[in-house]
């Protein structure tokens, strides 16, 4: 079997396999002969393309990641927002994956628009469960793994489907409409008992870069589990090779050099680097053309030859690109495919432009007054929690200049004082900083004045004060 794009599919054409609707059921079985008016209405419900069979490629297979019977469960499930549900899909894939030992990523998705978000959370569940195997980890903590994946997106069911599937840029008030979408997922599941801290945390934090620039926290990678850095991966990539009303689908290796550029910015390396091994850049049965005008279909893609496949020729011929002999052949570019780039990150920041909320980054040792803190500012300020002053450095040496820095005096090691005369030298005094402390001795409150620092707060926390304190402070700051 073979893929095509449904732009390039002619009547008479065969399907390999069935196609489903919205909602699970098949569309169109296999073995159907397409028509011209099958094509049309196909385009039009948003499918990309199609497997078919033909004699040039009857011996070429392309296995199902998952059974058919558990993808359209789980999209249920999602789509339904049942949880428990959910857990039950996640413990079965999980015994899929390892029941298979190795799993097939070869098959390019089948689906419309109208599902993406039901069957995008499978098949990143899919993606993490495999990855989750390459990394080691036993049957529970796989299938944690894989429910924390599946539950990611379900924040954007209150989403309405006018933004989720917007064809044009999405405004500044759509763009933050949807960043909001983990921290609604996080408020579906925060309260559940029986769903452990390691599920809620991936969940919550799926959209954070391990450069600190993502959100809704903006915390580092040395903050990020490997659950939290496995979803990200996944949902990047999947999002990338899925067709959408707004763009056409990039090719995997497209992906995948957009995955490897981002590593140490946007993702963990490990993590791209596994991805990488188990993802085919050149799944089975999809057309690839060379350098000398010849194209062919991909027969073989295992180990060796994921970078330099075997391909069936058109002429029925079999051409391996890892023989010497073949070498100097390249694979051309994926014809009508975008160029994906780290450049991309222009848009979204666009996007935000004129709409940003004010960031406050609160540095504290106790995870206790970091949550107060969060808890009292975050529906007002994007708020970024680090734990110590040399995450704080390390964090203004590659971030841009946060608007506020609330910082305490009494840490181990490196405490607010010293992080302050750094602070401000790096970033000459540009970035208002206030203390908070349990002491209010004549000591700390001369060395704060001292260094001509914004303001001083003293615990416990009186959330009314805090609010009015640092409006006070921005808002001189803003004149001066």
Not at 129 to 143: D, I, P, R, S, Y
Not at 456 to 476: D, G, N, W
């Amino acid at each position: 079997m073979r893929y095509v794009s449904l732009t390039d599919a002619q009547p008479g054409m065969q399907l390999a396999k069935d196609l489903y609707d919205v909602n699970g059921r098949t569309l169109v079985g296999s073995h159907i002969m397409l028509t011209a008016n099958y094509i049309d209405k196909l385009i039009e419900y948003g499918f990309a393309g199609v497997y078919i069979v033909d004699d040039l490629t009857e011996d070429i297979e392309v296995e199902d990641a998952i059974s058919p019977q558990l993808r359209t469960e789980g999209m249920e499930k999602i789509r339904s927002g049942d949880i428990d549900g959910c857990k039950e899909v996640a413990e079965k894939l999980v015994e899929e994956i390892l029941s298979r030992g190795k799993i097939s990523l070869d098959m390019l998705d089948l689906r419309s628009y109208d599902d993406y978000t039901y069957a995008h959370s499978v098949n990143v569940a899919v993606i993490s469960g495999v990855l989750g195997m390459g990394f080691g980890l036993g049957e529970k903590e796989m299938a944690q793994l894989v429910m924390a994946a599946m539950l990611h997106d379900l924040g954007k069911l209150s989403i309405p489907p006018e933004i989720l599937n917007k064809p044009g840029r999405l405004t500044q008030k759509e763009y933050h409409r949807m960043q909001e979408h983990p921290v609604i997922s996080y408020e579906l599941i925060k309260d559940r008992f029986d769903i452990s801290a390691q599920v809620k945390v991936a969940v919550l934090f799926h959209h954070e870069n391990v450069d600190g620039s993502g959100y809704p926290n903006g915390i580092m990678g040395e903050e990020q589990t490997l659950f939290t850095k496995i979803i990200h991966v996944a949902d990047v990539y999947d999002a990338l090779v899925s067709k959408r009303p707004y763009k056409e689908p990039y090719a995997p290796c497209e992906a995948a050099e957009y995955l490897m550029g981002g590593c140490g910015i946007l993702f963990e390396r490990e993590v791209v680097t596994m991805l990488l091994q188990a993802v085919p850049l050149y799944p089975k049965g999809t057309e690839l053309c060379l350098s000398d005008g010849r194209c062919g279909i991909v027969k073989e893609n295992a180990d060796v030859h994921n970078l330099r496949p075997v391909l069936r020729m058109m002429d029925g011929s079999t051409l391996d690109l890892s023989s010497r002999e073949n070498l100097a052949l390249a694979i051309l570019p994926p014809g009508g495919k975008q160029e994906v780039s780290i450049n991309d990150e222009e848009e979204r920041r666009e996007m935000m432009h004129g709409y940003r909320k004010q960031q406050i980054i609160v540095v504290d040792d106790m995870k206790t007054n970091l949550q107060m803190l969060y808890d009292i500012l975050k529906d007002d300020y994007k708020v970024t929690l680090l734990k110590s002053g040399e995450q704080l450095l390390r964090y203004l040496e590659c971030n841009p200049r946060p608007d506020l820095i609330l910082l305490d005096i009494d840490m181990p090691q490196m405490n607010g004082i010293e992080a302050a005369e750094k602070v401000i030298e790096m970033t000459e005094k540009t970035v208002p900083i206030l203390f908070v402390s349990a002491l209010c001795d004549s000591k700390t409150v001369m060395a704060c004045r001292e260094l001509d620092v914004a303001g001083y707060i003293v615990r416990p926390y009186q959330p009314v004060y805090i609010r009015e304190e640092i409006q006070r402070v921005l808002s001189r700051w803003e004149v001066s």
